[in-house]
């Protein structure tokens, strides 16, 4: 493994949810990011003791004015320079609000030198068609989103944010094209897509054989990402990575593909400069030239070696549940002077230890982050 980090030098905000234990939020984005080379400056907006999918959490959540008070204690004491800003979980409308207000003061202080500020926004508010957030907090996104550079919305969140069903490709490939057009968004990336989509392959591109068999439904279940950045009359450039998923429940992986977002366009947009005669880290929001095609915007090229580290954590995670899971069941088998049985039937404890053991293997796993193999390609959503 090579020693090279994979950006110049990078200063990141991250707003983002924190947690003692386990994985999620800022507790990933901060060890992503600083494991690829960033300088980060982290401002939690919850502090809880683990992630809600244990179903049971202690904490506290900041207000807006807690919010905007870290940010003012920042700039009196002139630690407001960001080149980049990734923000995620954010309580309540009045806390989204107060972190647009910071993401738009960057935005502001970068307008004299295009290019040197961009903010990725990962805008959480539910998942499977259900809200965990409040309704208000909706309408705040939709009058925020047109600030950022690049948005990471699941399918759920792309339909609250554009206003239209996703049901099939079609759907989808509107609801892109609206965001484009109405929030004149450059980048977008749509993080977990379930439907078949027209002129897309049907098994990964790593995978797919160069015979007629191609056509035949994959072995394996998969799932896609789909991508966009804008032209200048702002239509979208539409790419789709297809790639295997794991029979497994995991927390947090949004958290990652967002912070690994932020460093893997960075360095794409600094590769691209290397070969094209126009160097996009000079333009706003880094919004390559019309002539470049789909499959070969940096927004593409980020994305592959983002789910390519993904994979391979969630591959490792994988491995490692069963014998993390028997040991915690023999420790509180222990503890409670109980036989590992009886753990095992205890539905309610069970669970607590399964989530436990599914939280993601980052520590140990650094070459998966840095130096990942890029298996699945992006590929042309042809329109």
Request: aromatic content about 6%; charged content about 20%.
């Amino acid at each position: 493994m090579g020693s090279k980090l994979p950006v110049p030098e990078t200063s990141v905000l991250a707003v983002a949810s924190h947690v003692v234990s386990g994985h999620v939020g800022n507790k990933i984005a901060v060890f992503v990011l600083q494991s690829l080379g960033c300088d980060v400056a982290a401002l939690n907006t919850v502090q809880f003791s683990n992630h809600t999918g244990y179903r049971q959490v202690k904490g506290t959540k900041l207000t807006a004015q807690e919010i905007t008070d870290l940010w003012d204690g920042l700039k009196q004491s002139h630690l407001d320079s960001f080149d980049m800003m990734l923000s995620g979980y954010v309580p309540g409308a009045a806390g989204v609000e107060a972190v647009g207000r910071i993401g738009q003061e960057l935005k502001r202080n970068a307008t004299t030198n295009p290019g040197s500020f961009f903010w990725v926004l990962d805008p959480v508010m539910g998942d499977n068609g259900k809200l965990y957030v409040a309704e208000d907090v909706v309408p705040a996104y939709q009058n925020l989103i047109h600030h950022a550079d690049l948005i990471l919305p699941n399918q759920f969140e792309a339909e609250l944010l554009s206003g239209v069903k996703i049901t099939d490709s079609a759907s989808l490939e509107r609801a892109i094209e609206v965001l484009h057009e109405r929030y004149n968004l450059p980048h977008i990336v749509i993080t977990s897509v379930s439907l078949p989509l027209r002129n897309a392959p049907q098994t990964p591109s790593s995978t797919r054989p160069a015979t007629p068999v191609q056509s035949q439904a994959p072995s394996t279940p998969t799932m896609s990402v789909v991508g966009s950045t804008r032209t200048s009359e702002r239509k979208p450039r539409l790419f789709t990575i297809q790639f295997p998923v794991f029979n497994a429940y995991f927390s947090g992986t949004g958290d990652m593909f967002a912070a690994l977002m932020v460093v893997r366009m960075r360095e794409a947009v600094a590769n691209s400069a290397s070969t094209a005669a126009t160097d996009v880290r000079r333009l706003a929001s880094w919004l390559s030239p019309d002539h470049v095609v789909p499959e070969h915007l940096p927004l593409a090229r980020a994305a592959e070696k983002v789910l390519a580290s993904m994979h391979e954590v969630l591959a490792r995670t994988c491995e490692q549940i069963p014998s993390d899971l028997a040991t915690a069941v023999a420790r509180v088998a222990a503890r409670r002077g109980i036989s590992a049985d009886d753990v095992r039937a205890d539905a309610e404890t069970m669970h607590l230890l399964k989530s436990h053991a599914a939280e993601l293997k980052l520590t140990r796993n650094l070459a998966c982050l840095r130096d990942p193999k890029i298996e699945y390609r992006a590929e042309r959503i042809i329109r």
